[in-house]
């Protein structure tokens, strides 16, 4: 293990669409994340919804304070992969306060992260945009995941915005 990032000027942020999030994967991703001295982590589509999942997260990225929202499970439905799940990582040995937003749903998570220079909206969402793959799209759960972004950018207070997302 390398030595803990020294605090400077810049910080390094970085997008990740995990399609699933297993031990292979974390190890691998954790690797990634030191070898690429990257400090703020979005991971969209972990599909992890246990009691057990902010654990997971705690544990397999111990140098990072996580922020989960677990994956989403239709209403009646108790089989089968749950669906999204969304988790922002920071990591612990930098002190900056974060204040986390209130957002709606389980596709949209935000926090302004206060550096010395600007409060930075951190946003990370989990939007449905592959319509190709589903027979009869509807966009209304997109245009709902769009509002709830503009809302978080309109209601908050900051300085800059960071948009996270698997955006294909």
């Not at 190890?27 to 902010?54: G, M």
């Not at 909206?121 to 319509?131: G, Q, R, S």
């Amino acid at each position: 293990m390398m030595a803990p990032h020294q605090q400077s000027d810049c910080v390094t942020f970085m997008s990740y669409n995990s399609t699933g999030m297993n031990n292979m994967k974390a190890k691998w991703l954790c690797e990634a994340l030191e070898d690429l001295e990257i400090d703020y982590c979005a991971i969209q589509e972990h599909f992890k919804n246990t009691k057990s999942t902010d654990k997971f997260f705690r544990d397999k990225f111990s140098e990072f304070n996580s922020y989960v929202i677990p994956a989403h499970q239709a209403p009646g439905v108790d089989s089968g992969r749950c669906s999204g799940g969304i988790t922002q990582l920071s990591r612990k040995c930098y002190n900056v306060k974060k204040d986390r937003v209130k957002t709606v749903g389980y596709r949209v998570q935000a926090q302004v992260l206060n550096f010395p220079e600007t409060s930075l909206l951190w946003i990370n969402a989990y939007l449905p945009t592959d319509p190709g793959l589903m027979a009869g799209w509807d966009e209304t759960n997109l245009l709902d995941c769009l509002t709830e972004i503009e809302k978080v950018i309109r209601d908050t207070r900051h300085t800059d915005v960071l948009l996270a997302a698997d955006l294909n």
